[in-house]
């Protein structure tokens, strides 16, 4: 058996409760939590997971609510990425049929999330309870 899908979303949440004061006094707080285009299609590696990165978006959503004003809290939801796991897992003929579809057709760089990440942090004062695709136009 592999990991336990239910840390998806608990570690996440524990984190988030025990960092909930110290957030609470900075201005402008945020907090992005990293799921996964699973948890918004219905495609991934299992069940499981998708049901997991689904329930850390529901979450996201409903802490949005019970923050704010004083915390915004987003998340980011990547599509493939391009890393030594997937291309330990497939060909590049593999990969290049996997984002062929795709509006951008190419797989996430690491650092793709990380300017996702970074804009709901510091660049998007207004924004709360979203989930940002990270994905090449994948989940339009």
């Not at 219905?42 to 689904?54: L, P």
């Not at 049929?97 to 797989?107: G, K, T």
């Amino acid at each position: 058996m592999g990991q336990d899908p239910r840390r998806q979303y608990k570690g996440p949440f524990f984190v988030i409760r025990a960092c909930t004061r110290l957030l609470q006094r900075q201005p402008h707080a945020s907090i992005v939590n990293v799921a996964s285009v699973a948890g918004v299609l219905d495609a991934g590696s299992c069940i499981a997971y998708c049901a997991s990165k689904g329930a850390l978006n529901t979450m996201t959503k409903s802490l949005a609510l019970a923050l704010a004003p004083e915390i915004r809290v987003n998340a980011v939801c990547p599509g493939p990425i391009d890393s030594d796991w997937l291309r330990r897992g497939m060909t590049e003929q593999q990969i290049e049929d996997r984002v062929a579809s795709f509006p951008i057709p190419r797989l996430a760089q690491p650092d793709d999330v990380v300017d996702a990440i970074h804009y709901l942090t510091v660049g998007a004062s207004l924004t709360t309870g979203q989930i940002m695709a990270v994905d090449g136009g994948r989940t339009m």
